[in-house]
């Protein structure tokens, strides 16, 4: 029952939205009321429809791309420490790069189609993936080694049955965070170079000033970010029911 | 009930044929020695002697209890002998064997937390040695399921480890010690964090494990009862440094029924002597 309260409360601002745009002296096009945005969303229905479907596709490979290498980064950089004194400060760093800089210029090397998105994608969402389980996999107990070694558990072995496992809670925070900002990177890569997607979209509709499609595609995106979260979250509850049992003792110190 | 496991491994009984463990690496018994053993760590200001000049030694098959206070560096030797850590100066030697390696090839140590892994269930806890040592896991359930039985565990194999009572938690601990196959077992204080008990019975249960399955083994505890009961010579540790104060015998023939053991008048004596030795 946890959605009824945020639900609640946006039907209550769509309300107020409502009642002000529609009483209001505010031009249509500056503020559209709740039921434009809606009439907006069946009339463009179909034009939406295939632009939520690249912006969809673009999102889940590149947050794929962005889980894959953000794991593969972590692994490397935990069990290297030369690499992670190394790269560790260039991974923070590549994050400091605005990526409305870099977005143009990947459109220059790779064109309009869909590779730029993915890397602006990637590039927004490995660094929660990265930090999140290198953080895990540093924390891990040190008396649980100390015992997989007596086991003659090999350093692969100590990765895969405990360093890995017990830091996928923390894969999963960061999991979480990197879905939700993906449909931002989906969006910034669109508006640098694309001829779809609700990014497009939105551009274009800034531009005719047809301001109730662009809350739509608003809409659309975040209705998109809420679903991956739901799903990510849903992954979570399976894959690491463990960690939410009360009487879970990882942590312990 | 299986709950009740402390029945299934019988302490009155003759020794049955051993578990199906497998083969123990190396050796069958294995002795330990340590020879003027001392560790320092250096410390930010000073330097702290956890150790200073342990000499002991444990025959194969023989069970040797160290008993001390809190922070004497009890935990530091174990983790000394079984090769995860180097000692500042002297020599340890476990089945003639004094590189780390060697030793970490004979040792498995059993800290006083279970350190269950909370992803897994108690079979495949149980089981993680087998895994580790290259064991598919199905091949490695279908081997350990059996003696879940004899561990007082029947009917917990899927259970998870937040599911299980703290003793069987504690055999399920045991039972992944013993699967790793080798001669030299090094308990950290293994029933510290039971109530008494629960204690009192795993303390009979493990007596009678180790009738079975018979290893050289170095029990630390800072419970004089439990090490009187459960080995064959007891050493005193003092504190901080920590040197080897004086050393007690226990000729009680075994098996030792706890009840008769516990308030027989040797046992009190040698207990009297062990508070002595650590006053």
């Given amino acids: 029952m946890s959605w009824i309260l945020p639900l609640l409360l946006l039907a209550l601002g769509a309300g107020a939205w409502e009642t002000l745009a529609r009483l209001g002296s505010v031009q249509d096009y500056l503020l559209p009321a709740p039921s434009e945005v809606t009439q907006s969303l069946v009339d463009d229905r179909h034009l939406l429809l295939s632009d939520t479907w690249v912006t969809a596709q673009e999102v889940l490979l590149g947050f794929a791309l962005a889980l894959l290498v953000g794991v593969a980064i972590a692994m490397l950089l935990h069990l290297f420490p030369l690499l992670r004194r190394t790269v560790y400060p260039i991974v923070v760093a590549s994050q400091a790069v605005p990526i409305i800089v870099i977005a143009p210029i990947l459109v220059i090397w790779f064109g309009f189609g869909i590779a730029p998105k993915l890397i602006v994608i990637a590039l927004i969402c490995f660094f929660p993936v990265v930090v999140n389980t290198l953080d895990g996999l540093s924390s891990v107990d040190q008396s649980q080694i100390k015992m997989m070694r007596t086991l003659n558990a090999s350093r692969g072995a100590v990765l895969r049955h405990l360093e890995l496992p017990s830091s996928l809670p923390y894969l999963f925070s960061g999991a979480k965070i990197a879905v939700a900002v993906a449909v931002i990177g989906a969006v910034f890569g669109e508006l640098v170079g694309s001829d779809a997607g609700l990014g497009h979209a939105i551009q274009v509709g800034t531009a005719q000033l047809l301001t109730a499609r662009v809350f739509a595609a608003v809409f659309i995106l975040s209705v998109m970010a809420i679903g991956l979260f739901a799903l990510i979250s849903l992954a979570e509850r399976w894959a690491v029911s463990w960690a939410r049992h009360p009487r879970y003792e990882g942590r312990q110190p | ?279």
């Fill in chain 2, 1 to 279: 009930m299986p709950a009740k496991g402390v029945d299934v491994i019988d302490i009155e009984a003759p020794a049955k044929e051993p578990l199906p463990l497998g083969d123990v690496a190396g050796e069958p018994g294995a002795a330990v020695a340590l020879t003027a053993v001392w560790k320092r760590f250096s410390g930010r200001q000073d330097p702290i002697t956890a150790l200073a000049g342990i000499t002991f030694s444990a025959r194969a098959h023989e069970v040797v209890g160290i008993v001390g206070r809190s922070g004497c560096g009890k935990s530091t030797m174990l983790e000394l002998i079984a090769g995860l850590a180097e000692p500042t100066s002297g020599e340890i030697e476990v089945g003639g064997q004094s590189d780390p390696a060697g030793r970490l090839a004979r040792c498995v140590l059993m800290p006083q937390r279970d350190l269950l892994f909370p992803w897994r269930t108690a079979l495949d806890n149980a089981s993680l040695a087998l895994e580790v040592a290259g064991v598919r896991r199905p091949e490695a359930r279908r081997r350990v399921e059996p003696m879940f039985e004899r561990f007082g565990l029947a009917g917990f194999a899927r259970s998870r480890p937040n599911e299980l009572s703290g003793g069987m938690r504690q055999r399920v601990a045991f039972l992944r010690t013993l699967l790793a196959g080798k001669p030299v077992l090094l308990l950290d204080e293994p029933f510290g964090s039971l109530d008494s008990l629960t204690r009192a019975d795993m303390q009979e249960w493990l007596a009678a494990a180790l009738r079975e399955e018979p290893r050289t083994v170095v029990l630390v505890s800072h419970d004089v009862e439990e090490a009187l009961f459960l080995c064959d010579r007891v050493l005193f540790l003092s504190s901080r440094p920590g040197r080897v104060t004086s050393e007690l015998q226990v000729d009680i023939p075994r098996p030792r029924p706890r009840l008769e053991t516990v308030t027989s008048e040797s046992f009190i004596a040698l207990k009297q002597q062990a508070l002595e030795a650590l006053a």
